[in-house]
Nanobody, 114 residues
Framework: VQLQASGGGLVQAGGSLRLSCAAA????????MAWYRQAPGKQRELVAS???????NYADSVKGRFTISRENAKNTVYLQMNSLKPEDTAVYYC?????????WGQGTQVTVSS
């Protein structure tokens, strides 16, 4: 199983980006999916998650600005990021999970300039 994350880049504060993470090597309709991020010198943190039934959860710091969604037919999870702030700068990682399996993407850099 391989996860390929894309969509990161450099954006000014207030701008938007859409991250994508596509999985290959299986069917992931029953998997929970999530986005994490890790800023320099900080621990990796959960940004948003979406369960196999479509329920979503967000970190307080991104509520109202980020939206996670999934497209099961494409084995893909998305993260729409609006009103970006410099503190959103980090490497963003996707994760697919269904006990006992867990797969991570390679990370995509998001840099927000002030």
């Amino acid at each position: 199983v391989q996860l390929q994350a894309s969509g990161g880049g450099l954006v000014q504060a207030g701008g938007s980006l859409r991250l994508s993470c596509a999985a290959a090597g299986g069917t992931f309709r029953t998997y929970h999916m999530a986005w994490y991020r890790q800023a320099p010198g900080k621990q990796r943190e959960l940004v948003a998650s979406i369960l196999s039934n479509g329920s979503t959860n967000y970190a307080d710091s991104v509520k109202g600005r980020f939206t996670i969604s999934r497209e099961n037919a494409k084995n893909t999870v998305y993260l729409q990021m609006n009103s970006l702030k410099p503190e959103d700068t980090a490497v963003y990682y996707c994760k697919f999970r269904r006990y006992p399996y867990e797969y991570w993407g390679q990370g995509t850099q998001v840099t927000v300039s002030s």
